[in-house]
């Protein structure tokens, strides 16, 4: 990399030789102060950082002071998430656009209550004038996560009242970014294949009266075209993504960034940085690497214990990626099951079986019923282990034809629901800036003239 004709790469390579030794802390500096790494308790617990109405993961129950495993649930505003997807599957609907008014206003809406948020969603698609032409197709990134937050991030100069913190205003932007994200998304894509692919540019403009699953696969697709089946399924998709609780990597960022009285933009904008970081949002990618692998080494897919060999291969390092580890199994919280991979694998069969990719779930399923044998022979103890949801979202994506670039935006289109929702409660009962202590390990160095050194 040059700078203004100088080549900054090779003076920072040379810079850094040794610079290591600088920044390394030892283990046991943590351990004297019983810092929590990670902020993650010694039985695997997370630290306690705050309060929330909006949801609850539950994986575990305390009993005298010990975590015991349970069949995990997600619960939106006291809704178990299955009951949603259970609901919406029996009436035939789609049922993103109600858990999105779910999330943000902490109820469930009525029949005319959900037909007016569904029309203000529709007017709020549209972007602002010359906003894909300046924002997008005029700087386009081979990444979409980072065009996405360049993108919501540029969205506070159209907003005229882009600081204002009254409830209001806020939720108005907060409709307003659960709207444009699939749009700024599938823009972003269209871009992205035109300038780096060599592909035709195509813009398609959303549709009035499309719910949000039918509307992005609308935009992605060349031909507009989509079944209703395939719809109803990303819908799926979007609902088990929109929320996780207020610890996750991403939630947590936009409730401390919102403990600062910052703007709307800035703060969901850091929520999509940290979703990009791929040991949060691109775990689904991950696993769709780990699949072909598995599939170009295992000659029998119907043996288990030719998968289980290979599967501690990976865990030894001698396989895989060699990072030793077998990617969508085992969550923070989750222990006995997740239940976002139990609907998916519930309803995804019957699409499977008619797009030809019931093998590839089954190979899935095969690696989600090895791993916890293979992980407690390398590992040993008792812990529990489940496959997460990240096991099964990529083939989902796959059999929708939608490309790897999208799997971690199309997280972030569901997710900043519970972004928003999060970044309301911080700033109506969070009441003081995050401010979490470092304990310093530097130790007193004296300063010495120049000429000395």
Wanted: hydrophobic letters at 40%.
């Amino acid at each position: 990399m040059q700078s203004g004709g100088y080549e900054l790469g090779n003076y920072m390579t040379s810079l850094c030789k040794g610079l290591e030794e600088n920044y390394r802390i030892p283990a046991d500096e943590f351990q004297s102060y019983n810092i929590k790494r990670g902020l993650r308790n010694s039985d695997g617990t997370g630290v306690i950082a705050g309060v929330t109405r909006v949801g609850s993961v539950q994986g575990y129950v305390v009993r005298d002071s010990v975590p015991v495993p349970v069949p995990g649930k997600l619960i939106y505003r006291g809704v178990d998430l299955e009951d949603i997807v259970e609901a919406h599957t029996a009436a035939s609907t789609f049922g993103f656009e109600e858990t999105a008014f779910l999330l943000l206003f902490g109820y469930l809406p009525n029949s005319s209550q959900l037909s007016e948020f569904k029309e203000a969603l529709s007017a709020a698609r549209r972007l602002p004038d010359s906003f894909t032409e300046d924002m997008i197709l005029r700087a386009p990134s081979k990444n979409i996560m980072n065009k996405l937050a360049r993108g919501v991030l540029a969205l506070y100069s159209y907003d005229d009242e882009a600081d204002n913190l009254e409830l209001s205003n806020v939720m108005r932007q907060c409709l307003e970014l659960v709207a444009r994200f699939p749009v700024i998304v599938a823009n972003a894509y269209a871009t992205k294949k035109h300038y780096y692919d060599g592909e035709s540019l195509r813009i398609h403009m959303p549709k009035d009266g499309l719910s949000v699953s039918e509307n992005f696969l609308h935009m992605l697709r060349p031909d507009n075209s989509f079944t209703d089946e395939e719809a109803k399924l990303l819908d799926l998709m979007l609902v088990l993504h929109a929320e996780h609780g207020g610890g996750n990597n991403s939630t947590f960022t936009a409730r401390v960034l919102s403990s600062s009285q910052t703007d709307t933009y800035s703060a969901i904008a850091g929520a999509v940085c940290s979703l990009k970081g791929p040991l949060h949002g691109g775990a689904n990618q991950k696993v769709m690497e780990m699949f072909h692998d598995i599939r170009a080494h295992v000659k029998d897919e119907s043996d288990d214990e030719e998968i289980s060999a290979y599967l501690g291969k990976m865990m030894d390092g001698t396989a895989g990626d060699g990072s030793g580890k077998i990617y969508g199994m085992g969550h923070a919280v989750y222990t006995v099951s997740d239940p976002r991979a139990i609907l998916i694998k519930k309803y995804a069969r019957n699409l499977a079986k008619k797009t030809g990719y019931l093998d590839e779930i089954e190979l899935l399923e095969a690696v989600e019923r090895c791993a916890p044998a293979v992980f407690a022979s390398r590992k040993g103890g008792t812990k529990k282990i489940c496959a997460n949801v990240d096991m099964f979202s990529g083939m989902i994506y796959e059999m929708l034809g939608i490309p790897e670039d999208l799997y971690t935006p199309l997280f972030a289109v569901a997710r900043v629901t519970g972004w928003c929702a999060h970044r309301v409660e911080e700033m109506l009962t969070g009441g003081r800036i995050m401010r979490p202590a470092y304990r310093s390990a530097s130790a007193d160095v004296t300063y010495t003239d120049i000429a000395s050194r």
